[in-house]
């Protein structure tokens, strides 16, 4: 025979109680990621202008390369 409805919303709760944290630790795991990259990644120097631009170009306000 079927589990009685009782047993069922017993099944779902507990299943909820599981995939609800799950989905928590995933978006905290994911976003902890993202700060590790961004803080350890040095990006790549970038052609630009060294001297002021005369001409309306930009230039780095600092350059690190």
Not at 1 to 15: I, L
Not at 37 to 56: N, R, Y
């Amino acid at each position: 025979m079927t589990a009685a409805p009782s047993e069922n919303r017993r099944r779902w709760k507990s299943a909820w109680m599981l995939l609800v944290p799950a989905g928590l630790l995933l978006v905290a795991a994911a976003n902890a990621h993202l700060v590790y990259v961004a803080v350890t990644s040095q990006p790549d120097c970038v052609p630009h202008l060294k001297e002021a631009g005369t001409d309306g170009s930009y230039r780095a306000a600092k350059s690190a390369c």
